[in-house]
C-alpha cells in the first residue's frame, strides 16, 4: 500500500522477513494509470474483524463523476459515490484479506483513476492462538539452549534485556521457563496486546503476571515485557 509508482507498468521487489529472520523476496508487476492527482489512502489496512476502515480521498473536489468501491475483490461495486467525497468509512465484518479496488470515473464514465489497497481483518482467536504460538515457541527453544533462535521472538528492547538473563541462568534455564507459567486472560488492540499468565509457585497459590506483546513496523508481533 502507498508505493510510488510511475505510469506504465512498474516493477516492485516484494521482500517479507519471517519471525525467525529468514528473507523471502518476490517481484510483481503494477500499472498506474493517470490520476491527475487523484490519490485514495486508507487510515488502517490491519485490524480485528468488523474493524471500521475509513478511505481518504484527495484531487477529486472538483471532479464531475463518480467513485466506485469494491470492498471485497470480487469485481462488483459495493458502493458508488459522487466522485467529489472527501472520504468514505466501511466496515469489514468477517475476517480475512480484501483487496479493494477504488475507480473514479469522470461525468463521461471514463475511468481516470484506480487503485487496489488490501485489508487484513483477523478474529480474537486467531489473534490469541498467533500470540500464544510466539509464546509457546520461544519456551522450547529456551528449554533446548537455544537462546538466540528464542531471542528472536522478542522485541529488540526486550531482546537487549532477556538475552542476558537466560544466559545467567545456565543450566538452570529449562527449570525457568517451566515456571513462566501459562495463559490466563488477555485484552487486545493495536499495535499492542497483553496477556496475563498465572504462575503457581506453591500448591493451590497463584502469582499473576502481564506479557506483553507489540506490531512491530515489519509486521511481525514480538514480545517486548515480561
Known amino acids: 500500500n ?9 516493477a516492485i521487489p ?30 488502517q489496512t490491519y485490524g480485528l ?12 473536489e472538483n471532479l464531475q463523476g463518480t467513485i466506485e468501491f469494491d470492498l471485497n ?5 459495493d458502493f ?16 480475512g484479506y480484501f483487496r479493494t ?3 473514479v470515473r469522470d461525468i463521461d464514465s471514463v475511468e481516470v483513476y484506480r487503485t487496489y489497497i488490501v485489508i487484513y481483518t483477523f478474529s480474537p482467536n486467531d489473534q490469541y492462538q498467533l500470540l500464544l504460538n510466539v509464546f509457546e515457541t520461544m519456551k522450547e527453544r529456551l528449554k533446548n539452549g537455544r537462546i538466540d533462535e528464542a531471542c528472536t521472538a522478542l522485541s529488540e528492547i526486550a531482546a537487549q534485556k532477556y538475552r542476558r538473563v537466560f544466559v545467567a ?18 485484552t487486545m488492540s493495536l499495535p499492542t496486546s497483553e496477556f496475563v499468565l498465572s504462575q503457581e509457585n506453591t500448591p493451590g497459590k497463584h502469582t499473576a503476571y502481564f506479557l506483553n506483546f507489540i506490531r512491530g513496523h515489519d509486521g511481525i508481533w514480538r514480545i517486548h515485557g515480561m
Open 2 to 10: 502507498d508505493i510510488p509508482l510511475r505510469l506504465g507498468a512498474n
Open 169 to 186: 541462568l545456565g543450566a538452570n534455564l529449562p527449570n525457568a521457563v517451566d515456571g513462566l507459567g501459562v495463559f490466563r486472560a488477555s
Open 101 to 103: 479496488r477504488v475507480i
Open 49 to 60: 474483524q468488523s474493524a471500521e476502515v475509513t478511505f481518504r480521498i484527495a484531487g477529486t
Open 73 to 77: 475483490g470480487d469485481g462488483a461495486p
Open 80 to 95: 458508488s459515490g459522487s466522485a467529489s467525497e472527501t472520504f468514505r468509512t466501511f466496515t469489514f465484518s468477517a475476517p
Open 14 to 43: 516484494i521482500t517479507i522477513k519471517t519471525q525467525d529472520g529468514v528473507t523471502v523476496t518476490k517481484n510483481v508487476t503494477i500499472s498506474k494509470v493517470a490520476g491527475g492527482g487523484i490519490h485514495v489512502t486508507a487510515d
